[in-house]
């Protein structure tokens, strides 16, 4: 059983579902949602009104995101997590409410993303996440390794994007 909600009355938008997707057993996605391509649902993940799934990103067991969060490309979410903020592409969460723990290097082994595209976005979170900069100051000095890295500039895309703050 895999229940979607209907959008309410009131709302006139859409929810879209891409391609390649893995929604398995109780897992919820509600009004407006918008899943990109290849994602995992696993079992009883829930997804409140709005909410925005980036391509790759795996949503553990239990796992729930607050309304109108983001979740970022090749993100993981670990099992019985409680989201309320956005997370960037390649970070992994967890706990209630989700916090960060590193970037999703397992997951973008399994890819095929390089050592060195690996190396940038750690390097990348370590500025966002480790060096007590402010948000606008660690973008800032992503920018020379956001020019030569696409994972780093969405990385930098989706922090910048975020319209409830990111997972801290």
Same mark, same amino acid.
């Given at each position: 059983m895999l229940p979607f909600t209907e959008?309410?009355? #009131?709302?006139? *938008? &859409?929810t879209k579902i891409g391609n390649r997707?893995?929604?398995?057993?109780y897992s919820? =996605?509600?009004h407006d949602c918008e899943i990109e391509d290849d994602v995992v649902l696993t079992n #009883?993940?829930?997804?409140?009104?709005?909410v925005k799934v980036g391509t790759g990103a795996i949503l553990a067991g239990y796992a729930i995101v607050h309304q109108f969060c983001s979740v970022g490309a090749h993100s993981f979410c670990a099992m019985g997590s409680a989201v309320n !903020?956005? &997370?960037?592409? %390649? =970070?992994? =969460?967890? *706990?209630?409410?989700? !916090?960060?723990? *590193?970037i999703n290097t397992v997951g973008l082994r399994r890819i095929g993303y390089s050592k060195r595209a690996i190396e940038a976005l750690r390097s990348a979170y370590? $500025?966002?996440?480790? !060096?007590?900069?402010? &948000?606008?100051?660690a973008l800032k000095e992503l920018r020379p390794s956001a020019q030569k890295h696409k994972e780093v500039k969405l %990385? $930098? #895309?989706t922090i910048r !994007? $975020?319209?409830r703050g990111i997972v801290r």
């Open positions: 959008e309410p009355p #009131q709302e006139k *938008g &859409i997707n893995l929604l398995l057993a919820h =996605v509600a #009883q993940a829930a997804l409140a009104g709005a !903020k956005d &997370i960037p592409a %390649f =970070v992994r =969460v967890r *706990g209630n409410p989700a !916090k960060p723990y *590193g370590r $500025s966002i996440y480790r !060096k007590n900069l402010t &948000i606008e100051e %990385f $930098s #895309q !994007k $975020s319209t």
